[in-house]
Structure formats: C-alpha cells, structure tokens
C-alpha cells in the first residue's frame, strides 16, 4: 500500500510540473509537448492495464481513469495558428500549410495549437491527421448544414480549451445524417470525436444536436471543467469507452437518453465516473446509462427522466430511469436528485452505497441491483409512487407463507402444557423486574377500534416483555383484511423502495423510504447491522427470501401491512425495532424465528436447589437457563391472550419457532415496539 501511495504522490508531482511547463512552453512542438504526450502514453498504458471496471475495481484502487497535463492546461501564451471563421471569409495565420480553407469547410490536418474565434453559420471544422490536437475555442459558433459542426477524426487525443469568458456554439441540421470522413463513419450528432475527447477551459459551450445527438465519442470523453450544455433530439452525450467527470457544469435535455457510455464488448470499458462537478439531465429516456460501472465520488447531479422516449423501431417507450447500469453500481459520496418514471437506480450486478446524499423519486422500484446491494454510509430517501402489477405481488401472505407447504421437519413432541402456568413469586413480572415506569401509550391497541398507535406516545419495552392482546380470531381477520393492489400496465412492474435481486447488507448510514410497494425487500439474505431504518409503506416493510438478522440499527415501520418478514429465518439479537401500525403482521417467518432480548445475565433463579419452579419452567419451556428457548409447538399457541408468562426472572427466553411464526401486529402493546436494552 505504501509503494503505491508514492507511486501515486510521484505521478501527481510529475503531472503539476508538466502542467506548468505543458501550457507555458506550447508555442511550438517542442519540449513541451514531447512531455504532454509522454505523459498521456503512460495515462494510455495505465487505463488499458484495468481488466474491468467493477466494484473489485474500484475497490482496489484501478478502476477509472484520470486526468494528465494536457487535459488540465486551457490556457496557452501563443498558437501554431489562429483561425477566425466568417462565411465566405474565413482567415488563417500561422501556419496555413496545417489549415486549408475550401466552401466554408476548414480542415486542420496536422497536431498543434489552434484558436478558433468567429462564426460559420453554414460550415464546419474538421480535424484530421495521426497526431494530437488542441482547440482553443474563444468566442467560436459554428452551424453545419451536414454533419457535424466540429469532426475530429484526428488518430490522437482532441482537447477542447473554452476561453475564459467567452460563449461557444456548434450546431448540426435537422437533416444531418451518419456519413463519412477519412475512412470512419461519422454519426449523426454536433460535435464528433473518433479518439480521445477532453473538454475543459472557464468559458462556455454550447451544443446543438438536431439530428439525433449532442456530443460522440468513440473512445474516452473526458469533461474536466467549463459550462457545457447539451439540447439533443436524442441522445445527449455518449462516450463510448467511458465519460468521466472532473469539474464541469453540465446540463443535458435529451428526447432519449442523457449521458452514456456504450461499450459492451470490453469489461474494462464502457462506464460512466463522476468524480466531481455537476450535472442537471432532463431525459425522455435514461439519464445515466453505462454497460460496466457507473462511479460517483462528488458532484452534484439533478436527473429528470420523463419516461417520453419511444423506440423508433419498435414504437413502444424506451427504458426510463435515473441511473441504468448493466454491470455495477458505486456511490461513494456527492449529492444526487433522481426523479424518475421506471426505476431511480437501476444495477444490472452490485451495488454500494458508501457515502453521500441521495433523493430518489419513482414510479417503479426506487433503488434496485440485480445482484448484491451493500448501504454503509451515506444518506438516502426513496419516495415509490407506481402501482404493483398483479403477477409482481409477493405471494408470501399472512397464512401462506411463500404459497406452499409449511416448512418441513418435525414439530417438538408431546403435547402443548395444558393448565395454568406456574404462579410468580410475589412482586415478579413477567421476564424479571417492574414494569416501565410512567403512564401508557394513550389511545387504542392497534387492531382495536380501527385506532393506530400514536408514534410520538410510544414507549419502548422489552421484547421478551411484550404483551398479548389478541385471540386466535385476529389472525384470521388479519389474512382476510389483506389489502388488493391494483395492476399496472406493466406486467412486471413492481415500486420498491430498495430492492435486491442477491444478498442485502445495510451497516451504516441512513434511509427514509415511503414506498406503494415493499420499502426494503431482498431475494436473497438479509443483514442489518446498523443502518438507521425510517419507513412507510403501503405494503411490507421488510422483506427477504433468505435467512433475515438484526443485530443492530434503529428500525421504524411507521405503517405498512407486514412489519419484518422472511421466508426463511429471522434472527434478531441486536438495534432498535419500532413496528408503529401494521395492518397484518409484526414479524412473520417462514422458518424458525429467534429473537434475543439482549439481557444481563443475573444469578441464576432456576437452580431446582434454590428454584423449586425449575421443574415447572423446563416443562413448560425446555432447554436451560441463559440459554433456555420459548418453543411454541404451532404459531397459534402463541398468539392465545393466555399464553404462559416466564417466571425466569432477568432471564429472558429466547422466542425459537420450529414452525414458521406470526406476530400480528395488534399482539404487541399500542406501539409494538421493540428495544435492545
């Protein structure tokens, strides 16, 4: 690790000194430059060393891409020639064996300087030649009548230098369309470049793309700073290889999508990394779009997507969402705003939430990743506004648990105790001590009267002390009062807060959820661990097909029809659960369910020398103390009003279901409330 922060402190060093050198010495080719392109060949040697752009990439500190000395200079103390565009005046000084002039068509054929001023309202600059060039753009508009206002078909890297103060303009014609130049196809867009693009300066640019798109890259497209504004018919900026973000202010409405990056033959390419800056994309389609890894460390980024893109081909609407990533999802800090018609984020593989501030509003899933999903930090609110299409309703339903059998194996042998429990010592309670001092929650028992708890009048008990208040009859009623969704137009449309199609582990940071449909579901495992959990929802709260643990956090259900389920085993030994008002069930478990109520072990009670209860309380609730389990022999002996109370003193049970168990939610006190004491 050592070798590589100097290695990377030495390159920073070499870079500031090139810099300087880089921007004050390129009046000519010489010693200046020769270091410029030494350094992007090394730049070039490092980014094609990454294998792919993944969150192992990023990881492990060789994902992306960065800048060099060429992309930060933008400001130059002479030029091999200045160009100063009229129509049918266009003059060159300097070196015009570089620059030909011929029907309003300038063409600069050989690597150098250029300042370009003026304007062109029917022509265009084109670039051509093996070597690097840089334009400096002071005060340039150019509108083409076919093709592209600009061309860099240019073998090595173009550099776009926007000088201080000044407006720039490049605009295409509504009937440009994909043509050729100098052997590569050219597509149908303002501003084309077939290699390397860096756009930079403090000036302004910009971007007309009429035909179809704004700016095309066919290999890295990197936007380092200056005011960019891109107004696309459909997409707007596209870097095939990779955008990257360093600085610039960005602004993209796009009748398709925003900003992408389309290589899906090569792993190590096609991503979109936003390392500072800021972006407002208005989109009919997608505002983000990568194949690999979308990346985002800082900025600020607004994504609007209206969902008004159409497929040409096929005339149905296009894929409408904030972030659309086929492969990874990275978010390690800035402040994103997503508004969308589908999904805010959508992840094709991982994704992680290390840091930063996210806003997401959707009609379908907010945050979605096929494969793993990771929160550690940060803070995120999702608000889900779409309908749940009939064939997206989870089938795991109060009394149906995943719409199969139960689950297998044997239930404990031997009857339920039958008769009264055994009687406490005088002044005991129920799992040990008094009870919480003050008054109770006012208002109804939820389940009671139609009346939901009152979350500001909620007090906090222990769970292995929570009260039961309903029969066997609730939970009938409860299964009977489930709610019908209304089906979308979409089959499989489904409006989750945070959805993960592999294994959920939330550790830190916090999330506000108010969804129509789950708030947090995961197909597979489930890990809270210390993520801070505040949510509404018109469906669950909680979800997950695999095995479900808290062990710490703070989880608030303010309403919602289930609380926390799992099909499969919920284990709960840690953090702060507050179910407020579920219309069916608490917690519900396709498995076996354990619940630890996080007491101090005190001397043991159950001693059958100092305890004559002892046999009593083994009979009643088998193993042992300290580690003795409540086992229930069906779910609904739990929720009988005269369920056996603990006589163990300070040594709360451990809730171990063999079948899968149900509470419903008007079982617990009028807040069912949940503490880690």
């Known amino acids: 690790m050592q070798k590589k922060i100097f290695a990377w402190a030495m390159s920073m060093a070499v870079a500031a000194m090139?810099?300087?050198?880089?921007?004050?010495?390129?009046?000519?080719?010489?010693?200046?430059?020769?270091?410029?392109?030494?350094?992007?060949?090394?730049?070039?040697?490092?980014?094609g060393s990454v294998s792919s752009q993944n969150l192992s990439a990023v990881q492990s500190g060789t994902a992306g891409v960065t800048t060099d000395a060429g992309d930060l200079c933008d400001t130059y103390d002479s030029f091999d020639a200045e160009i100063a565009l009229a129509d049918d005046?266009?003059?060159?000084?300097?070196?015009?064996?570089?620059?030909?002039?011929?029907?309003?068509?300038?063409?600069?054929?050989?690597?150098?300087?250029?300042?370009?001023?003026?304007?062109?309202?029917?022509?265009?600059?084109?670039?051509?030649?093996?070597?690097?060039?840089?334009?400096?753009?002071?005060?340039?508009?150019?509108?083409?009548?076919?093709?592209?206002?600009?061309?860099?078909?240019?073998?090595?890297?173009?550099?776009?230098?926007?000088?201080?103060?000044?407006?720039?303009?490049?605009?295409?014609?509504?009937?440009?369309?994909?043509?050729?130049?100098?052997?590569?196809?050219?597509?149908?867009?303002?501003?084309?470049?077939?290699?390397?693009?860096?756009?930079?300066?403090?000036?302004?640019?910009?971007?007309?793309?009429?035909?179809?798109?704004?700016?095309?890259?066919?290999?890295?497209?990197?936007l380092v700073n200056g005011t960019i504004t891109v107004d696309a018919a459909e997409d707007g900026v596209k870097g095939k290889d990779c955008v990257a973000m360093f600085g610039a202010d960005l602004t993209v409405t796009a009748g398709n999508d925003g900003v992408k990056s389309t290589e899906d033959s090569d792993a190590a390419k096609g991503f979109l990394q936003l390392t500072d800056g800021s972006a407002a994309v208005t989109a009919g389609g997608d505002c983000l779009q990568a194949e690999?890894?979308?990346?985002?460390?800082?900025?600020?980024?607004?994504?609007?997507?209206?969902?008004?893109?159409?497929?040409?081909?096929?005339?149905?609407?296009?894929?409408?969402?904030?972030?659309?990533?086929?492969?990874?999802?990275?978010?390690?800090?800035?402040?994103?705003t997503i508004d969308a018609a589908e999904d805010g984020v959508n992840c094709g593989g991982a994704m992680e939430i290390q840091d930063g501030e996210m806003t997401v509003?959707?009609?379908?899933?907010?945050?979605?990743?096929?494969?793993?999903?990771?929160?550690?930090?940060?803070?995120?609110?999702?608000?889900?506004?779409?309908?749940?299409a009939a064939s997206a309703q989870d089938d795991f339903q109060p009394g149906n648990f995943g719409g199969g059998t139960p689950p297998s194996g044997e239930m404990p042998s031997g009857d339920a105790p039958s008769g009264n429990p055994p009687e406490l010592p005088d002044g005991e309670t129920f799992g040990g001590g008094n009870p919480p001092s003050g008054n109770a929650p006012s208002g109804d028992v939820p389940g009671q009267n139609g009346q939901n708890a009152?979350?500001?009048?909620?007090?906090?008990?222990?769970?292995?002390?929570?009260?039961?208040?309903?029969?066997?009859?609730?939970?009938?009623?409860?299964?009977?009062?489930q709610t019908t969704t209304t089906t979308t137009t979409a089959d499989d449309a489904t409006s989750k807060g945070i959805k993960c199609g592999g294994n959920l582990v939330m550790s830190g940071g916090s999330c506000t959820i108010h969804s129509t449909d789950h708030a947090v579901h995961a197909a597979g495992t489930a890990e809270l661990s210390g993520t801070t959990l505040d949510i509404t929802s018109d469906n669950k709260g909680i979800s997950s097909h695999g095995d479900l643990t808290v062990s710490d956090g703070s989880i608030t259900i303010h309403s919602c029809t289930e609380g926390i389920e799992s099909k499969a085993e919920m284990n709960i030994s840690g953090g702060e659960i507050r179910i407020l008002d579920a219309t069916d069930d608490g917690l519900n478990t396709g498995g076996s369910g354990i619940l630890y109520p996080f007491c101090t072990p005190q001397p043991d009670?159950?001693?059958?020398?100092?305890?004559?209860?002892?046999?009593?309380?083994?009979?009643?609730?088998?193993?042992?103390?300290?580690?003795?389990?409540?086992?229930?022999?069906?779910?609904?002996?739990?929720?009988?009003?005269?369920?056996?109370?603990?006589?163990?003193?300070?040594?709360h049970p451990i809730f171990s279901f063999h079948a899968a168990f149900s509470f419903a939610d008007s079982r617990f006190s009028a807040t069912a409330i949940f503490k880690s004491l």
């Open 89 to 222: 005046d266009t003059k060159v000084t300097g070196n015009t064996k570089a620059v030909s002039v011929k029907n309003n068509r300038v063409t600069i054929s050989a690597g150098g300087t250029y300042r370009i001023s003026g304007k062109l309202t029917k022509g265009q600059v084109v670039v051509t030649g093996s070597e690097k060039v840089k334009l400096y753009l002071d005060g340039a508009e150019i509108t083409s009548p076919s093709g592209p206002a600009l061309v860099c078909v240019n073998e090595k890297r173009t550099v776009l230098s926007l000088a201080k103060g000044t407006k720039n303009v490049l605009t295409d014609s509504a009937d440009n369309a994909e043509t050729t130049e100098s052997g590569n196809n050219v597509d149908a867009c303002a501003l084309f470049a077939q290699d390397k693009l860096t756009i930079n300066g403090s000036g302004s640019l910009a971007v007309s793309g009429n035909s179809r798109d704004g700016i095309v890259c066919k290999d890295t497209l990197k």
């Open 292 to 336: 690999s890894l979308v990346w985002v460390t800082d900025g600020t980024y607004t994504l609007t997507s209206n969902g008004t893109a159409v497929d040409a081909e096929t005339g149905e609407t296009s894929s409408s969402k904030g972030i659309k990533c086929s492969g990874d999802v990275e978010i390690a800090g800035g402040t994103l």
């Open 18 to 47: 090139i810099t300087c050198t880089g921007c004050t010495q390129n009046s000519s080719t010489s010693s200046g430059t020769d270091s410029e392109t030494a350094q992007t060949t090394t730049l070039e040697e490092t980014d």
């Open 605 to 651: 009670p159950l001693d059958t020398e100092q305890n004559p209860q002892q046999q009593d309380h083994q009979k009643l609730y088998g193993q042992k103390p300290l580690g003795h389990s409540l086992e229930h022999h069906t779910k609904q002996r739990y929720k009988d009003a005269d369920k056996p109370q603990d006589p163990c003193g300070d040594h």
């Open 454 to 481: 009152n979350a500001e009048n909620a007090d906090v008990i222990q769970a292995a002390a929570v009260q039961t208040d309903t029969t066997a009859a609730s939970v009938t009623d409860a299964a009977d009062s």
């Open 361 to 388: 509003s959707s009609a379908e899933d907010g945050i979605q990743a096929d494969g793993d999903l990771t929160i550690s930090g940060g803070t995120v609110q999702v608000t889900t506004t779409g309908e749940v």
